[in-house]
């Protein structure tokens, strides 16, 4: 199975430069759905690996985390977009270290062995350099995009 992983905040939806734990602050990108339906009419299947450190912060709770994730993964299938898992790391440093918080890839280690991924064929898109070096321990290939880029350019890239 090849998977491309997706970080949440700043890939899917809308980098807001605030944690985004209300399904009202939750814009998707723009272009999202045709790039992740080229995707998957390529055979990739989707997981979301997402840091949401404000948990541990007490910002919002993982009831919060869990509503807008239910939001997310109905508008995926919505969109004809299946999305296979999400992997999300309550932690964050300042309340203590934990292996599961991006740049360390135990959630991606979770993923892969979870779902018999194939780490040779599978991509790791995310807006923060923490995101690449998770992937690159677990020997999938980063992808590294900012706000401005088009995320469809940047698929069709990877699919060649």
């Not at 840091?51 to 994730?69: C, M, W």
């Not at 964050?92 to 892969?112: F, N, T, V």
């Amino acid at each position: 199975m090849k998977v491309v992983f997706l970080d949440r905040d700043g890939v899917i939806n809308e980098e807001r430069g605030d944690y985004t734990w209300r399904i009202s602050d939750f814009e998707f990108v723009d272009g999202l759905w045709d790039a992740l339906t080229v995707m998957q009419d390529n055979g990739f299947k989707f997981i979301v690996i997402t840091n949401q450190g404000g948990i541990a912060k007490g910002l919002y709770s993982h009831k919060d985390v869990k509503e807008v994730h239910e939001f997310m993964s109905k508008e995926f299938e919505r969109n004809n977009i299946h999305l296979l898992d999400v992997f999300y790391s309550p932690y964050h440093d300042i309340k203590g270290k934990s292996l599961s918080r991006k740049p360390d890839s135990l959630m991606l280690e979770k993923a892969i062995a979870l779902y018999g991924i194939d780490t040779s064929e599978s991509f790791m898109i995310g807006d923060s350099e923490r995101d690449i070096i998770a992937s690159e321990k677990v020997g999938v290939k980063g992808v590294l995009v900012s706000p401005n880029q088009n995320l469809l350019e940047i698929i069709r890239k990877i699919i060649r």
